[in-house]
């Protein structure tokens, strides 16, 4: 039968298991030669991709867990239920359900199998573990800097002037350290919490980015270092949120400005892409370039692109997958900051539906470029 017929001349309660996200399989248990699949329905079919009436059931499940389970709920006559993971490029954990029916036709006892897809579920929960793990880790040492440094004071360098200034500026260092981890965290529990909202805003890139090169003045003046802002034919307008988008062109430039040397210079560049193509073309030669985060592209879709380069001392290949995880740091090239930053940008950007394109080379320097539907 079609899954045309399947979904018009099917009993209502097949027309229903068609329907269903989870994949349902009916098994025949007695069959000559091993359980036998009598039906699946149409997230069945899709998943396995062959014919499954008829067909053995090791054809498509070759997982011993879910087997016994079988043997188990046919020994039992109960219901049982096993968690199992299936190996491939991606790794998916799965849940599957194991209901006896009673007789069959035949001989033959029939089950219904049913299989959800907890690969979600998991990868978030062991992200919230990690996330949990590296906050408190990153938390767990400044404080116990200060802890070491107050006991230190109240003893033997309470008296010693010298030792009190040294020890107090690493304090208010380490106070600081903690002060800005607390509010990328808060920043970053914000972004998250609306991800999935899309912002309705309009936003001016090229004023936005002028704004953010006056603001960091200090920063550059401080480092020796020269910011020179490059701006093509307009219009720079895209739909968002101006101080989430302030946010991440402040976060890329001041990492561009903190990772050079001095006497160098961060170029930021902005320009009108026709395509998305053209938006995340590579812009430096010899280097690598990754994709950190990609939109869904539509033929018609015009981009604004910001790109930010440095020219610095560059980040090996096999680090640039991973900048964009939560508390990475390039070995090396710590920087004082909380590991969060481009955790931050990869959210906000994604909640704006664009695009993040980083290229580097080491000694020649890094590329990041951000590209954002044009309106």
């Given at each position: 039968?079609?899954?045309?017929?399947?979904?018009?001349?099917?009993?209502?309660?097949?027309?229903?298991?068609?329907?269903?996200?989870?994949?349902?399989?009916?098994?025949?248990?007695?069959?000559?030669?091993?359980?036998?699949?009598?039906?699946?329905?149409?997230?069945?079919?899709?998943?396995?991709?062959?014919?499954?009436?008829?067909?053995?059931?090791?054809?498509?499940?070759?997982?011993?867990?879910?087997?016994?389970?079988?043997?188990?709920?046919?020994?039992?006559?109960?219901?049982?239920?096993?968690?199992?993971?299936?190996?491939?490029?991606?790794?998916?954990?799965?849940?599957?359900?194991?209901?006896?029916?009673?007789?069959?036709?035949?001989?033959?006892?029939?089950?219904?199998?049913?299989?959800?897809?907890?690969?979600?579920?998991?990868?978030?929960?062991?992200?919230?573990?990690?996330?949990?793990?590296?906050?408190?880790?990153?938390?767990?040492?400044?404080?116990?800097?200060?802890?070491g440094f107050?006991?230190?004071?109240?003893?033997?360098?309470?008296?010693?002037?010298?030792?009190?200034?040294?020890?107090?500026?690493?304090?208010a260092e380490?106070?600081?350290?903690?002060?800005?981890?607390?509010?990328?965290?808060?920043?970053?529990?914000?972004?998250?919490?609306?991800?999935?909202?899309?912002?309705e805003?309009?936003?001016d890139?090229?004023?936005?980015?002028?704004?953010?090169?006056?603001?960091?003045?200090?920063?550059?003046?401080?480092?020796?270092?020269?910011?020179?802002?490059?701006?093509?034919?307009?219009?720079?307008?895209?739909?968002?949120?101006?101080?989430?988008?302030?946010?991440?062109?402040?976060?890329?430039?001041?990492?561009?400005?903190?990772?050079?040397a001095?006497?160098?210079?961060?170029?930021?560049?902005?320009f009108?892409?026709?395509?998305?193509?053209?938006?995340?073309?590579?812009?430096?030669?010899?280097?690598?370039?990754?994709?950190?985060?990609?939109?869904?592209?539509?033929?018609?879709?015009?981009?604004?692109?910001?790109?930010?380069?440095?020219?610095?001392?560059?980040?090996?290949?096999?680090?640039?997958?991973?900048?964009?995880?939560?508390?990475?740091?390039?070995?090396?090239?710590?920087?004082?900051?909380?590991?969060?930053?481009?955790a931050?940008?990869?959210?906000?950007?994604?909640?704006?539906?664009?695009?993040?394109?980083?290229?580097?080379?080491?000694?020649?320097?890094?590329?990041?470029?951000?590209?954002?539907?044009?309106?």
């Amino acid at each position: 039968m079609s899954e045309a017929a399947l979904l018009t001349d099917a009993p209502p309660a097949q027309r229903i298991l068609e329907l269903l996200p989870d994949p349902v399989l009916l098994v025949r248990a007695g069959a000559a030669g091993g359980p036998e699949i009598a039906y699946g329905n149409q997230a069945a079919r899709t998943l396995f991709r062959i014919e499954l009436t008829g067909a053995p059931l090791g054809a498509a499940l070759r997982q011993p867990q879910v087997l016994e389970a079988i043997e188990e709920a046919l020994a039992t006559e109960a219901a049982v239920e096993v968690a199992f993971e299936s190996i491939g490029v991606q790794p998916r954990f799965w849940r599957a359900f194991v209901r006896p029916l009673g007789e069959g036709e035949g001989d033959g006892r029939d089950l219904v199998l049913m299989l959800r897809d907890e690969t979600d579920a998991r990868r978030t929960e062991r992200m919230r573990a990690d996330f949990l793990a590296n906050a408190s880790h990153e938390l767990r040492t400044p404080l116990a800097s200060l802890a070491g440094f107050v006991e230190t004071l109240r003893t033997h360098a309470r008296d010693d002037k010298d030792a009190r200034e040294r020890f107090l500026g690493i304090m208010a260092e380490q106070a600081g350290r903690m002060a800005r981890l607390i509010d990328d965290l808060l920043s970053l529990s914000r972004i998250e919490l609306n991800e999935h909202i899309a912002p309705e805003g309009t936003v001016d890139l090229a004023k936005a980015t002028q704004d953010v090169a006056d603001a960091i003045r200090p920063l550059t003046a401080d480092r020796g270092v020269a910011v020179v802002l490059e701006t093509g034919p307009g219009p720079f307008s895209v739909t968002g949120d101006r101080d989430q988008l302030v946010q991440v062109i402040q976060n890329l430039v001041e990492n561009a400005v903190k990772y050079s040397a001095v006497g160098t210079t961060v170029r930021v560049k902005l320009f009108a892409a026709e395509s998305l193509e053209a938006a995340r073309a590579p812009s430096r030669e010899g280097a690598v370039a990754l994709s950190l985060l990609s939109p869904d592209a539509a033929s018609s879709q015009s981009y604004v692109t910001l790109r930010v380069a440095d020219a610095g001392r560059g980040i090996a290949r096999q680090h640039l997958p991973r900048l964009s995880e939560r508390f990475y740091r390039v070995e090396g090239q710590r920087s004082g900051g909380t590991g969060l930053g481009l955790a931050i940008v990869k959210h906000i950007i994604n909640r704006h539906r664009g695009g993040i394109l980083v290229e580097s080379a080491e000694g020649q320097g890094s590329t990041f470029s951000i590209y954002l539907p044009a309106v």
